[in-house]
C-alpha cells in the first residue's frame, strides 16, 4: 500500500520540516517585550472624548505600517486619527471615552 508521504519527495520533506521549524519559533513576546518580530507592544488609555483624535508616543524609530488590536477593556473600535503617523507618534480615534488599549505596533 501506498501512502501519500511515499509519494511526496525527499527533498519536499525536508523543506516542509524546515518550513515548520521556521514557523514554530516565531512569538509576539510576552505583552511587553516582542521576541522576534519587529513590533512594539503599547497599552494606553484612549481620549476621554469618543471619536476625538488622540496621539500615541511609540520606539519603533520608524513610522510604523499597523498595528494589531491584542487587548481592550470594553467594546471599543480603535480606527485612524486624519494626521500622518511619523518615526514617534501615532494618531489613533476610539469611539468609546477612556477605554485601556493595547496594541502590537507593527
Known sequence: MTTLD?????T????WRRLLASVNFISFG???DSINIDGQWLT????????TQFSVTHGLKRIPVGYIVMGKDRAADLYDGTTAWTIDTIYWRCN???AAITVFLI
Open 6 to 10: 511515499d509519494d511526496v519527495p525527499r
Open 44 to 51: 494606553f488609555l484612549t481620549d476621554p472624548t469618543p471619536d
Open 30 to 32: 510576552d505583552g511587553i
Open 96 to 98: 468609546v471615552a477612556s
Open 12 to 15: 519536499m520533506r525536508e523543506l
